[in-house]
């Protein structure tokens, strides 16, 4: 097993980063009981404090020396902003090394046989190294992984946030409120497989029964398409959800965009994604942005039925139209959508589009990037 150095002299260990039989070992390394590393889960993901003086199940001594050599995620949060309808919220969180990055908290309502939904947008690096040109965050460039206690805070932070004051819908008053969190799609900035094993260690932490107990199939993560990736994830134990972005039916198009595509072509990715299938048996997404006569023509359509059809219903595309961004793209009107989906039917694959949130407060797909206007804080 791994040692857990403790930086006491230069820098506080950071207890989100940990996974519980991590945890129980700094506890052993530190001459404590392993038990107490429960009891910490317990104050730190159930409880969700913020301080050690209020683990008041542990003795007086080992608070004390937690808030000496210990942290809880430190971030500072720069700005918060809500969308008009408040079902969309966007914050700026400044890392320890003055990078900064953006979550966001997309709340829904109860309909129909679906209850209500509290989901987290998780960034998992500052900036990307993939630059695809849709992207608001691919125009940064990359600067760093997250470590996994900074994926971890982003989803507490929002979780604290509910619990202290639960959200109703406007307008119906009637509704059960959300206290809490219920799903989180790793959709953020940066490239989650990029940052394999940090991503999946903060998935752990959030998966523990004796934490925060969020079920994996609540989870999901949505790659580029870095092949080697999908293939190690398939042989996880955590059957998290796996999202592809796709947004093109063919290598000459998607290269236009992805450049990630001409490392990993579309007959690598595809056959990824049918091992990933075979080894899971479980259904996989394919997001496809929708950009107005760029990616959105019948013929389009019909490369994309025929190239996702092999998979038959372990696939299902989400059709985004794009959101204003930099890059100047336009989205496709309803009836281009309409036609678009239909011949996806056509192939025999099952399709939807996804209800874009939070455009006013640029915290939608493509658009996470440090917009904020960092000065006025
Ligand atoms: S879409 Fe994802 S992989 Fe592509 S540049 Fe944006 S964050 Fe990076």
Known sequence: ?????????????????????????????????????????????????TDFAEMTNLPQSLRSRLAQEASIGPIVVRRELHSKDDRTRKILLELPDGKLIESVLMLYPPLGESSARATVCVSSQAGCAFGCTFCATGQMGFERHLSAGEIVVQVLYFARELRKAPWVARGLPDS????????????????????????????????????????????????VGLVPAIRKLSQEPLQVHLAISLHAPTDELRGQTMPVNRKYPLSELLAACEDYIAATRRQVTFEYVLLAGVNDTPTH?????????????????????????????????????????DILFQHGVSNSVRAERGDDIAAACGQLRTHFDTSKS
């Open 301 to 341: 359509a019909h490369q994309l039925g025929e190239l996702l059809a092999p998979l038959a219903q372990f696939a299902h595309v989400n059709c985004i139209p794009v959101n204003a961004t930099a890059a100047g793209y336009r989205p496709p009107g309803p009836e281009a959508i309409r036609t678009f989906r």
């Open 1 to 49: 097993m791994t040692r857990i150095v403790s930086h006491t002299t230069t820098k506080k260990i950071d207890l989100l980063a940990l996974t519980l039989p991590q945890l129980q070992q700094w506890l052993k390394e530190q001459g404590e009981p392993s038990f107490r590393a429960k009891q910490i889960y317990n104050w730190l993901y159930t409880h969700l404090v």
């Open 176 to 223: 059960k409120p959300i206290d809490h969190i219920t799903n989180i799609v790793l959709m953020g900035m940066g490239e989650p497989l990029h940052n394999y094993d940090n991503v999946l260690r903060a998935l752990h932490i959030l998966n523990s029964p004796d934490g925060f107990n969020l079920g994996a199939r609540h989870m999901t993560v949505s790659t």
